[in-house]
């Protein structure tokens, strides 16, 4: 797919996300660091997605690695990310899947660090995955897992067992309407999945281009449109959004906005599509032209192009969170389609390039903030030393916090309304 950057160490521009949400519910203690009590969801919750609870965070233990080396190919690296109402952080870790506890407590709850498939209708405890990456928590609170290495879709219910939805068939997923997803296989790189409040699953194949909803009955529709001819040594595009043909490039997640419409993180094609009641497409978010060939002044929908966004999500007004992954940074997007910069890391090509991230204007500023010379214009930006290489995985929990997983410095961060920064997997 696309390569990752190596990195010593990171600059955060961290703001101050959903001050205005949070209101009077947030902490507002002096410390650095604010501590969850458990359960405590007196903040507005989240306009995204977000579930009461999810299966039982409880299983084996798992220790906090501490700095890893990706080096190591035992390594374990955070990927993708759910969080539950009560404060619950699942994350995908390889071959398994843990969960941090609103106590800080981490267990593996699926998997092992043995890769394989098995233990469908069992414990999930017990069951093997393989490169397991998307999480997704659906209404009733069952996880949902894109089993990458077996191409599957994995679900743990909150009785604690695990089956396959779909991957297990052999009827090819293109193009199908209305077809029982257990009967679907030959899947080329499950990656992404996300849920609807109405039951629905969101299926992103990288390989194929493709995005599958599967409804509360079980049955498969492939939404990716009219999938649009590409032809590019003829230089040759027909990609037409609000007719509903598109061609997508390694789409790496679909998740239900507020409103439920499905989202398209249509990675290498640098954009967010919204999928619409009559097949058609919006671009919410990044490029309008499409197929990977977006030169320098190609035309953008926001203010700065977006380079291989990973995840998405959406704070308690609504706006879009996104993973700008290649830009090695987490944005917001402003009603008027600006990015707020939300975090950054110090060699991210926006910084080098030099243009100076934009942060709210709430943001408080810490002891932390230092001085960054962006293209002879000094600019004294609010900062935290962090490393941020591959931020893969976004979510907001019920108290506004933002949870970043960064696959490249394999670490987990959870960074208050005020900007202070918890590093609760990996790092010192």
Not at 15 to 25: D, I, K, P
Not at 117 to 146: F, R, W
Not at 182 to 200: Q, S
Not at 331 to 336: G, K, L, S
Request: with cysteine; charged share 25%.
């Amino acid at each position: 797919m696309h390569s990752r950057r190596p990195l010593t160490t990171a600059l955060l521009a961290v703001v101050a996300l959903l001050t205005s949400a949070c209101g009077n519910g947030s902490d507002e203690s002096t410390s650095q660091v604010e501590s969850a009590e458990p359960g405590d969801t007196t903040t507005t919750a989240p306009a995204g997605h977000q579930v009461d609870s999810g299966p039982p965070c409880e299983g084996t233990p798992l220790e906090d690695p501490g700095d890893q080396s990706l080096d190591d190919e035992d390594a374990l690296v955070p990927y993708g990310l759910a969080v539950d109402g009560e404060g619950t952080i699942y994350f995908s870790l390889s071959n398994q899947i843990a969960c941090i506890d609103p106590n800080g407590a981490m267990y593996v709850i699926a998997g092992s660090e043995e890769a394989g498939y098995s233990g469908d209708g069992g414990p999930a405890s017990e069951a093997l995955l393989a490169d397991a990456l998307g999480l997704a928590l659906g209404e009733d609170g069952t996880l949902h897992i894109a089993d990458n290495g077996n191409n599957v879709i994995r679900s743990i219910g909150p009785d604690g067992v695990i089956q396959t939805i779909t991957g297990g068939g052999n009827q090819p997923p293109l193009g199908v309407d209305a077809v029982p997803a257990e009967e679907l296989g030959e899947f080329d790189g499950i990656r992404g999945v996300g849920a609807g409040r109405d039951g629905t699953v969101y299926v992103t194949d990288t390989g194929l281009g493709l995005v599958l909803e599967i409804d509360g009955d079980g049955n498969a529709t492939d939404i990716s449109g009219t999938r649009a001819e590409y032809y590019p040594d003829e230089g040759e595009i027909a990609d037409d959004p609000a007719a509903g043909a598109v061609v997508l490039s390694e789409p790496e997640v679909t998740r239900a906005d507020p409103q439920g419409a499905a989202v398209i993180v249509d990675t290498e094609n640098q954009r967010l599509l919204k999928v619409e009641e009559d097949g058609t497409f919006e671009v919410l978010a990044g490029a309008l032209e499409c197929c990977g060939v977006i030169s320098e002044d190609g035309a953008q929908l926001n203010d700065e192009p977006l380079s291989y966004p990973n995840d998405m999500t959406w704070d308690a007004e609504g706006r879009l969170v996104i993973a700008d992954t290649q830009n090695a940074r987490v944005v917001r997007q402003m009603e008027d389609g600006s990015f707020e910069t939300l975090a950054i890391d110090e060699y991210s090509p926006l910084i080098t390039d030099g243009a100076p991230p934009v942060a709210p204007d709430s943001y408080e500023p810490s002891d932390e903030s230092v001085p960054y010379d962006y293209g002879g214009s000094e600019s004294q930006v609010p900062a935290l030393t962090l490393n941020l290489g591959y931020p893969s995985g976004v979510a907001i929990d019920a108290r506004g916090r933002l949870v970043i997983a960064d696959s490249e410095g394999a670490r987990i961060y959870r960074i208050d309304d005020k900007g202070s920064v918890e590093t609760l997997f990996g790092g010192d």
